[in-house]
């Protein structure tokens, strides 16, 4: 598989998930959108696209905790992220956009950003044991 291919997969994942994300918070199921918000944290901080990762846990930090009313705003963020991932899935291979987007020689600041990857993690093991006894 070609570094082209790696991206295409990876902005393609990002997409779908952030899809999912828009999806359930249409349908006003602000779990499930912060369940999707953290996936599309875990996975961009994962491979390394801080700007994603950044955007994505500004979204999980306006969607608020489990059972709550998200913050006026949560939807022009999820707009923003959107257009981010468009960028990676329009020009994957795109020298100057990956950079910018994924590959930033120093981590940016993010608040949270950490405890959010953990905290999906910790989600998606909790998921898998109620699915395998």
């Not at 940016?108 to 989600?123: E, G, R």
Request: with cysteine.
């Amino acid at each position: 598989m070609t570094l082209q291919d790696d991206q295409t997969l990876f902005a393609t994942d990002v997409a779908a998930k952030a899809l999912a994300m828009n999806e359930a918070a249409l349908k006003r199921d602000f779990d499930e959108a912060r369940f999707r918000a953290r996936m599309v944290v875990g996975k961009a901080y994962g491979e390394g696209c801080f700007g994603v990762a950044a955007m994505a846990a500004r979204i999980v930090d306006a969607l608020g905790e489990p059972g709550t009313t998200p913050r006026h705003g949560y939807g022009e963020l999820m707009l923003q992220l959107a257009h981010l991932i468009g960028t990676l899935v329009r020009e994957p291979c795109n020298r100057d956009s990956v950079r910018a987007l994924c590959h930033a020689r120093r981590r940016p600041v993010f608040t949270n950003v950490k405890a959010t990857v953990k905290a999906s993690w910790k989600m998606a093991d909790a998921s898998m044991s109620d699915l395998h006894p």
